[in-house]
């Protein structure tokens, strides 16, 4: 996987992620990644899933979560992100071919390699 951060979001159901969340972090290799956990919920917070998370990905670097509900502003997010202590690579600094999509929140750039699936190529294609 060729990114520095992911931001891993997911329902919370009673406090834990869905199983798939699980199972992609089982598959993954995210040494040396920063993942960023948040949750959507109108009620439930995050819990203990970011912690039963990162267990799953111990080699990472695991910021502090946070939940959003219907009403969180985008304003609300942009400072969420803002706050983030994220490094400051581009993705001039990544590796291979992959697509690279840059999303850029209130001043703040954001850097994702797209993987090799039907829906990544979709999305490049828009």
């Known amino acids: 996987m060729k990114y520095f951060t992911l ?41 203990s899933s970011a912690a039963n998370l990162h267990a799953l990905a111990p080699s990472s670097r695991w910021l502090d979560g946070r939940r959003f509900s219907g009403s969180t502003s985008q304003n609300a997010v942009a400072r969420w992100v803002n706050g983030l202590e994220l490094t400051g690579k581009t993705a001039n600094t990544t590796e291979g071919d992959d697509p690279i999509l840059n999303i850029t929140v209130n001043g703040t750039t954001l850097t994702a390699a797209l993987a090799d699936n039907s829906s990544a190529r979709a999305l490049a294609e828009l």
């Open 7 to 47: 931001f891993l979001g997911y329902p919370i159901w009673h406090g834990q992620a869905p199983k798939i969340i699980s199972t992609f972090l089982e598959s993954g290799d995210f040494v040396g990644k920063t993942i960023v956990p948040f949750c959507t919920s109108g009620s439930s917070p995050i819990g």
